[in-house]
């Protein structure tokens, strides 16, 4: 069967299936399908990791502090008595729990969690690379690392700033990525969603009032895909209708030598 | 170096409990923000959150760690072990539980560092702004089937609507999440 060729009516089945929401004959026969259709398991993933992104929209929450000792406690407790048998997971609740978590790993995870693992880019990977970078930077010199300090602060800072500022401009284009501009009193941050470039490529913000676009700065996005520019002179930005985002070489051009990738008019 | 979530698995798999310490930090609160969203209560999330632990512990020799499978099944396991405590304690008393204290919380685990909860605003930011382009009804019957445990008949039962509306909701709220997600991070993928 081709999956383009698959109806609203499948894909209400598969995003079912993605949110643990079928009944156990629906999801058996599903699955019957999936067994035989790559295209499906793909969407099924994907979808499957949409989900999975929920929890991080949460909003932040923290543990007592004690409780990271209490689980090691207990674990540490009940290594002794351990040598048991190998525990299956599944069979030991009593209590009726969503089938996804009851059956070993299909055949066809190895595809979904290669889906799964975009989902997880934005996370641990590459957290752990920015984690890395920065315990390299230790090693290397002291020095650095108070700068990526420093970096890291007036990141906080600029985050900071857009949870308390209004959005000012949201912009968008032609393929992927979304930017809003924030603002707060003298202030202005841009959060860029947009994909990472290669090396020797940056984004470069460009501020448009009906004369020459003017350079507002430049700035990369992370390996999630997430840029932040703050942006000074609110003068320059207030007389300025619209905002946009180009792709140039390191260090920036004088006027902009590629296609508008985002755009948006300011608000005043 | 920092471990990968991979390789702190394998490491509980060894039994070294250090590693079980080092995957808390990073997925304690986040396991922690679901079990409290979905049992709505301090004490049962931590119980939660315990659990969870002791089950990555007691699991991870049989858990083949794949690159982004492992914050899939924290997150499973902390979704179904929220969803059975309660519902067996609805069935149990069908008590009032005591309301969350919703005083300020600290931000701040031994081990998660700055970085960490940066990345962890903006992307909570993302997933928010993306939720609130969601029609209402479709944003509520996702999380109804996420953090509800329900199956569509049960949504549509519980909210008094036909199923195929339920059906609609889902594919439509959850298709436009990852449209819009998911295209920021295409480039980051290859």
């Not at chain 1, 929401?21 to 499906?40: G, K, V």
């Not at chain 1, 390299?136 to 002291?142: D, P």
């Not at chain 2, 698995?9 to 923000?33: F, K, M, P, Q």
């Not at chain 2, 069935?91 to 539980?97: I, S, T, V």
């Amino acid at each position: 069967m081709n999956a383009t060729s698959h109806s609203d009516d499948f894909l209400d089945d598969l995003t079912a299936y993605a949110l643990d929401a079928l009944d156990d004959a629906e999801r058996i026969a599903l699955e019957a399908h999936l067994s035989t259709c790559p295209e499906c398991r793909r969407i099924v993933a994907e979808l499957q990791a949409t989900a999975n992104l929920l929890p991080y929209g949460l909003p932040e929450a923290a543990p007592r502090p004690e409780l990271r000792g209490l689980i090691l406690e207990r674990v540490c407790r009940e290594r002794q008595p351990e040598q048991a048998q190998p525990v299956q997971p599944v069979q030991q609740s009593k209590i009726i729990r969503p089938a996804f978590w009851r059956r070993p790993l299909p055949a066809w995870s190895t595809a979904l969690a290669a889906a799964a693992a975009v989902a997880a880019i934005i996370w641990a990977g590459q957290l752990q690379g920015q984690v890395n970078q920065l315990q390299q930077q230790l090693a290397s010199s002291q020095e650095q690392l108070d700068v990526s300090r420093r970096q890291l602060e007036e990141r906080e800072r600029l985050v900071a700033l857009t949870l308390t500022a209004a959005p000012v401009a949201a912009l968008a284009g032609e393929g992927p990525g979304s930017a809003r501009l924030y603002r707060s009193g003298d202030e202005a941050v841009l959060v860029a969603s947009l994909p990472p470039l290669p090396a020797g490529r940056v984004y470069q913000v460009w501020l448009l009032d009906g004369g020459a676009p003017r350079s507002a700065g430049t700035f990369s996005a992370n390996s999630s895909g997430v840029g932040l520019l703050a942006i000074s002179g609110v003068e320059t930005l207030a007389q300025s209708q619209a905002i946009a985002i180009t792709n140039e070489p390191q260090g920036g051009s004088a006027g902009p030598t590629t296609p508008v990738l985002l755009s948006g008019e300011i608000q005043s | 170096m920092a471990p990968d979530d991979q390789s702190l698995v394998a490491r509980i798999a060894e039994r070294d409990d250090e590693a079980l310490g080092l995957l808390y930090d990073r997925y304690g609160r986040l396991v922690y923000a679901i079990a409290l969203r979905i049992t709505d209560n301090a004490t049962s999330a931590e119980e939660v959150v315990q659990d969870v632990f002791y089950n990555v512990w007691r699991d991870a020799p049989g858990f083949r760690p794949q690159a982004g499978n492992v914050s899939t099944w924290l997150m499973a396991i902390a979704r179904h072990r929220a969803i059975d405590v309660t519902r067996s304690k609805r069935f149990r008393a069908g008590r009032r539980e005591e309301p969350i204290d919703s005083g300020p919380v600290a931000l701040a685990l031994p081990g998660g560092d700055p970085e960490q909860q940066v990345d962890e605003r903006l992307l909570r930011q993302e997933i928010q702004a993306a939720l609130q382009t969601l029609p209402e009804p479709q944003r509520r019957a996702i999380e109804l089937a996420y953090y509800g445990g329900l199956t569509r008949s049960e949504i549509a039962e519980q909210l008094g609507e036909p199923l195929g509306t339920i059906k609609t909701r889902l594919r439509l709220g959850l298709t436009r999440l990852r449209d819009l997600l998911w295209r920021a991070n295409e480039g980051a993928e290859g």
